[in-house]
């Protein structure tokens, strides 16, 4: 089993540790003579990577890798190696440092592959999207996508349906405080749990923008088929972070049970999105067959699936992995940073009636028209920067640097694995000014200027950066303005304690109960 397997590595590796014993496992040693320190000087948790796994499966570290991480930084300073089970990386935190790193990574940049997925994919013969290829390949697909959703004129087309899915979301939760809430009609107010609607929320919005259609997630009874989809992708996040550091093909071979389960959650989300790709297909074919214009049903937008189809410069099977991936990625990605965002809003009360006082505005002005509305709203962006900055999403960016580079005075060579901790960053003293406290107006081009540091960019990655920035990113970003603006527009927000939320790492950050809104109508 499992446990047995990686109690014989463990073995194999306890007397190499207790040889090495004698050296501190990360005592930076100072370069006074003033040269480039090498890469075995780089403070370190323990050289074995298997007695590392054992001590993190022990002390359930994969769970709270973001706070590990941060207080692995307060111990050894802002750079350290970790190894552990079959992963080795370089941990950094610094913008400075992060620079470096992506002024290294090529024209192909490479991020960490996650190999249970890779595995997923060839055992059971699926064609990889963008998230798992590198090199050329990687390059010319990701260029085709980016057309239809990154380039400005995709977002000026599928903004639209965003809107529409975040003001039916408003719409039904309206319906339900004037139903469940307390107080008199038309200003009743409604504490709850407003996670279960955000994951159908996200799903919706997703599904809106990427098979151009709605699938009614916001009914009465919404599809079971739905609710498997969204359970199919939390428990395949969940079953990720564990399979990462030891070799899938053999926990394949072994049938370990934790495969078996990321397997068949994977199986679950390429069924539904099949599915839904091959309605898409016969649609698109019909109304070929029925002469309608080249890239639209009769003029409308057909949705990300039917731009790639009419385009036809992708395969079918290209076209199916990709939207595969965008569609897993796209729900937890963005109802778990909306559940941080109603909390940290509802518990400082004054900048949500800044933000809301702005969002009023821009809403009057922009005459129905969204774009126009998040432009005017800048806080709107700044809100999003923030919860992502004590909240990112995904905790770390990998890079595999194309030349030696130095960082921290460290000697790092080419095809090193190098991790920006995107927790610790997000609250560091010496990076922010005041990290802990929830501020938008913090990323206002005037104030950015007195940040802490010698310079101002590398702050903001919870969407990675560069060419192999989140390909998603567009889609996300506005999704998650366009819900705020709403819910501000129609309530006011406020929760019953101000205490942290405890977080925890699935492969995504998130928190340990979600947290309970009250919604008061305005």
């Given at each position: 089993?499992?446990?047995?397997?990686?109690?014989?590595?463990?073995?194999?590796?306890?007397?190499?540790?207790?040889?090495?014993?004698?050296?501190?496992?990360?005592?930076?040693?100072?370069?006074?003579?003033?040269?480039?320190?090498?890469?075995?000087?780089i403070?370190?948790?323990?050289?074995?990577?298997?007695?590392?796994?054992?001590k993190?499966w022990?002390?359930?570290?994969?769970?709270?890798?973001?706070?590990?991480?941060?207080?692995?930084?307060?111990?050894?300073?802002?750079?350290?190696?970790?190894?552990?089970?079959?992963?080795?990386?370089?941990?950094?935190?610094?913008?400075?440092?992060?620079?470096?790193?992506?002024?290294?990574?090529?024209?192909?940049?490479?991020?960490?592959?996650?190999q249970?997925?890779?595995?997923?994919?060839?055992t059971?013969h699926?064609?990889?999207?963008?998230?798992?290829?590198?090199g050329e390949?990687?390059?010319?697909?990701?260029?085709?996508?980016?057309?239809?959703?990154?380039?400005?004129?995709?977002?000026?087309?599928?903004?639209?349906?965003?809107?529409?899915?975040?003001?039916?979301?408003?719409?039904?939760?309206?319906?339900?405080?004037?139903?469940?809430?307390?107080?008199?009609?038309?200003?009743?107010?409604?504490?709850m749990?407003?996670?279960?609607?955000?994951?159908?929320?996200?799903?919706?919005?997703?599904?809106?923008?990427?098979?151009?259609?709605?699938?009614?997630?916001?009914?009465?009874?919404?599809?079971?088929?739905?609710?498997?989809?969204?359970?199919?992708?939390?428990?395949?996040?969940?079953?990720?972070?564990?399979?990462?550091?030891?070799?899938?093909?053999?926990?394949?071979?072994?049938?370990?049970?934790?495969?078996?389960?990321?397997?068949?959650?994977?199986?679950?989300?390429?069924t539904?999105?099949?599915?839904?790709?091959?309605?898409?297909?016969?649609?698109?074919?019909?109304?070929?067959?029925?002469?309608?214009?080249?890239?639209?049903?009769?003029?409308r937008?057909?949705?990300?699936?039917?731009?790639?189809?009419?385009?036809?410069?992708?395969?079918?099977?290209?076209?199916?992995?990709?939207?595969?991936?965008?569609?897993?990625?796209?729900?937890?990605?963005?109802?778990?940073?909306?559940?941080?965002?109603?909390?940290?809003?509802?518990r400082?009360?004054?900048?949500?009636?800044?933000?809301?006082?702005?969002?009023?505005?821009?809403?009057?002005?922009?005459?129905?028209?969204?774009?126009?509305?998040?432009?005017?709203?800048?806080?709107?962006?700044?809100?999003?920067?923030?919860?992502?900055?004590?909240?990112?999403?995904?905790?770390?960016v990998?890079?595999?640097?194309?030349?030696?580079?130095?960082?921290?005075?460290?000697?790092?060579?080419?095809?090193?694995?190098?991790?920006?901790?995107?927790?610790?960053?997000?609250?560091?003293?010496?990076?922010?000014?005041d990290?802990l406290?929830?501020?938008?107006?913090?990323?206002?081009?005037?104030?950015?200027?007195?940040?802490?540091?010698?310079?101002t960019?590398?702050?903001?990655?919870?969407?990675?950066?560069?060419?192999?920035?989140?390909?998603?990113?567009?889609?996300?970003?506005?999704?998650?303005?366009?819900?705020?603006?709403?819910v501000?527009?129609?309530?006011?927000?406020?929760?019953?304690?101000?205490?942290?939320?405890?977080?925890?790492?699935?492969?995504?950050?998130?928190?340990?109960?979600?947290?309970?809104?009250?919604?008061?109508?305005?």
């Amino acid at each position: 089993n499992l446990e047995a397997t990686v109690a014989s590595l463990f073995l194999r590796g306890c007397h190499l540790e207790g040889r090495k014993g004698a050296e501190s496992a990360g005592v930076r040693k100072s370069g006074v003579d003033g040269r480039v320190r090498s890469f075995d000087e780089i403070p370190h948790t323990g050289r074995n990577g298997w007695v590392n796994l054992v001590k993190f499966w022990r002390e359930d570290r994969f769970r709270q890798l973001h706070k590990h991480m941060e207080k692995t930084f307060n111990t050894l300073g802002p750079i350290y190696r970790e190894h552990v089970g079959t992963q080795s990386s370089v941990n950094i935190m610094l913008p400075s440092d992060i620079s470096e790193l992506f002024r290294s990574e090529g024209l192909h940049p490479r991020r960490m592959t996650l190999q249970p997925w890779a595995t997923h994919r060839e055992t059971r013969h699926h064609s990889k999207g963008v998230f798992l290829k590198n090199g050329e390949e990687w390059r010319a697909d990701r260029l085709l996508l980016n057309k239809e959703v990154m380039m400005s004129a995709a977002v000026k087309r599928f903004l639209p349906l965003l809107d529409e899915v975040a003001r039916d979301f408003c719409r039904m939760l309206r319906a339900k405080v004037e139903r469940e809430g307390r107080g008199e009609e038309g200003r009743r107010s409604l504490t709850m749990d407003p996670s279960p609607d955000l994951f159908r929320f996200a799903l919706e919005a997703s599904c809106h923008v990427i098979y151009g259609e709605r699938i009614g997630l916001f009914s009465s009874s919404p599809s079971l088929e739905s609710q498997k989809f969204i359970w199919a992708v939390e428990r395949m996040l969940a079953t990720t972070p564990p399979l990462l550091y030891l070799p899938p093909r053999l926990l394949l071979r072994i049938g370990a049970p934790l495969w078996t389960q990321h397997a068949s959650a994977w199986d679950h989300i390429f069924t539904h999105a099949e599915a839904r790709i091959q309605r898409g297909y016969q649609q698109l074919s019909s109304s070929h067959g029925r002469g309608a214009e080249a890239g639209a049903a009769g003029g409308r937008y057909t949705g990300v699936l039917g731009q790639l189809m009419e385009k036809g410069q992708l395969s079918l099977d290209l076209i199916k992995a990709n939207i595969t991936e965008l569609m897993a990625g796209g729900v937890d990605t963005t109802a778990v940073p909306l559940q941080f965002a109603l909390f940290e809003l509802g518990r400082n009360p004054k900048v949500q009636e800044r933000v809301r006082q702005q969002v009023r505005v821009s809403w009057a002005q922009a005459g129905g028209d969204p774009q126009k509305a998040l432009q005017e709203a800048p806080l709107l962006k700044g809100t999003v920067k923030e919860i992502l900055r004590l909240y990112p999403v995904g905790t770390t960016v990998q890079r595999y640097p194309i030349k030696d580079i130095v960082l921290q005075n460290y000697h790092v060579p080419a095809g090193t694995m190098v991790q920006a901790c995107l927790y610790p960053l997000g609250r560091s003293a010496e990076v922010f000014e005041d990290p802990l406290s929830f501020n938008p107006e913090r990323w206002s081009s005037s104030r950015e200027e007195g940040q802490r540091g010698d310079r101002t960019g590398f702050r903001s990655l919870a969407f990675g950066f560069g060419a192999r920035q989140c390909v998603g990113r567009r889609i996300a970003e506005n999704e998650l303005q366009l819900l705020l603006m709403h819910v501000l527009l129609s309530f006011h927000l406020s929760v019953s304690y101000t205490e942290d939320i405890s977080t925890t790492c699935t492969l995504i950050l998130q928190p340990e109960t979600p947290p309970r809104i009250t919604f008061s109508k305005l």
